[in-house]
Nanobody, 117 residues
Framework: QVQLVESGGGSVQAGGSLRLSCAASGLSFSNHGMAWFRQAPGKEREFVAEISLGGGVAQYADSVEGRFTISRDNAQKTLYLQMNALTPEDTAVYYC??????????WGQGTRVTVSS
């Protein structure tokens, strides 16, 4: 049974940083591109960033390019998202899952990020 558990969210002021983690189980983690998504209040879930199987290739949404860095540790089956220079527009619940284009695994509970101005 696939389980994705996100953690690391919190409340920060604009300009601050957070590092999110996603622990995967029941999934052949190293065989899948992985991604982060987010859902802001009243909005649809949106793509944030994705990373290739081995971690060598990453892509980002325009809104986070240059501020966020996605990485992974295949031995630990863990996905990360380093978020810097946070703005109130980054306030959302963040989720991890397989990269876009693949059937999603069951969604986890997400981790909430709140950025105050």
């Amino acid at each position: 049974q696939v389980q994705l558990v996100e953690s690391g969210g919190g409340s920060v002021q604009a300009g601050g940083s957070l590092r999110l983690s996603c622990a995967a189980s029941g999934l052949s983690f190293s065989n899948h591109g992985m991604a982060w998504f987010r859902q802001a209040p009243g909005k649809e879930r949106e793509f944030v960033a994705e990373i290739s199987l081995g971690g060598g290739v990453a892509q980002y949404a325009d809104s986070v390019e240059g501020r966020f860095t996605i990485s992974r540790d295949n031995a630990q089956k863990t996905l990360y998202l380093q978020m810097n220079a946070l703005t109130p527009e980054d306030t959302a619940v963040y989720y991890c899952n397989r990269a876009p284009g693949m059937p999603p695994a069951p969604w986890g509970q997400g981790t909430r990020v709140t950025v105050s101005s």
